[in-house]
């Protein structure tokens, strides 16, 4: 996708930034100071950042639980991570969640759900409105290998291709969801295959090439800001760790991890930099510091920021009660939507252009 020299390494950048603080984080994980889940990404950061970085200001990711590299590229901060996994009170949860369920809608980043699979029919509605809006932007969501086999993934594709949305899915395909392989999911060779079930596009690539991830996602997106609809890209990758750090995998053949350790994404982007001298051995040493400097940064400022007040535990739990909320008949439980009216004006609410104008409001 004609990737230029400071392209490259801002791709390099955030790659190291990803590894690094995914290894901070199970740093503090084993010390006690993260409690509960942590998962990790590490053999991910060329599809998750690869793909992210193929997009345009307005466009959206609807990430899984191993995505840090593409919340990173879209604006979520180090310090917002590093409160999020010490679940502080001005953490993206205000301290409601010491996990990486984190999102920002600012930038775009819609939260991601834990029923993995269950997120891609929400990514459709996101890229509906868009598609009603008459936007160029388009929605850029991910899911695992184990995901593609629930029923929520099948909806959500086919719904997909029929309204023929500006989506593009991203499948990590790490060989295992949760400790079960890929011979045990499912019975075809490619996953990128079942778009065509759907009368949509798919390809498989090696998700440790950041330049064929590039490639393809960079494709696929410029398809569907053309309004040409969806598309599937499979990325094949390894998940070096285990699904979580309460998993030691070692279901997992050690001839394989060999493998696939020695493809690591991030030394063969170096490689392939400092092989053409594009990067020297003073610029790593810099971006080693630099992403020192901001992991070092990130975990002070958790460390001192204040935990959650008590008292707003219930806070943010319902939505509040205002004009975005509608009734209709007299029995409002029995409303439908075609007959619903605004609360505060009493006018029909079921156009675009009514609903663009009540949530705006909000």
Known sequence: MGLERADLLQIYYYMRLTRAMEERTRTLFLQGRVVGGVY?????????????????????????????????????????????????????????????????????????ISMLGESLPVACGVALTMKMRKRSTVVLA?????????????????????????????????????????????????????????????????????????????????????????SIVECRTFRVRGHSEADKADYVPQELREAWLAK????????????????????????????????????????????????TVAEYVFAPDGPIAIIGEPDAQNARYVNARDRRTGEPFNTVRKTEEVVGRR
């Open 40 to 112: 990790t990404a590490q053999g991910h950061e060329a599809t998750t950042v690869g793909a992210a970085m193929m997009l345009r200001d307005g466009d959206c990711i609807v990430p899984q639980h191993r995505d840090l590299g593409m919340q990173l590229v879209r604006g979520t901060s180090p310090r917002a991570v590093m409160c999020q996994w010490l679940a502080r009170g001005n953490s993206p949860t205000l301290g409601r969640d010491g996990q990486i369920h984190i999102g920002d809608m600012h930038h775009g980043i819609v939260p991601m």
């Open 142 to 230: 991910s899911c695992g290998d184990g995901a593609t086999s629930t029923g929520a993934f099948h909806e959500a594709m086919n719904l997909a291709a029929v309204q023929k949305l500006p989506l593009v899915l991203v499948i990590e395909n790490n060989g295992y969801a949760y400790s079960t392989p890929n011979e045990k999911e499912f019975a075809i060779q490619n996953l990128s295959d079942r778009a065509l079930a759907y009368g949509m596009p798919g390809v498989s690539v090696d998700g440790n090439d950041v330049f064929a991830v590039t490639e393809a996602v960079g494709h696929a997106l410029e398809r569907a800001r053309a309004g040409q609809g969806p």
């Open 264 to 311: 690591d994404p991030i030394r063969r982007l170096e490689q392939y930099l400092t092989e053409r001298g594009l990067l020297s051995a003073a610029e790593q040493a810099e971006f080693e510091a630099r992403v020192k400097a901001e992991i070092d940064d990130a975990v002070r400022y958790a460390e001192q920021s204040p935990a959650p007040d008590g008292a």
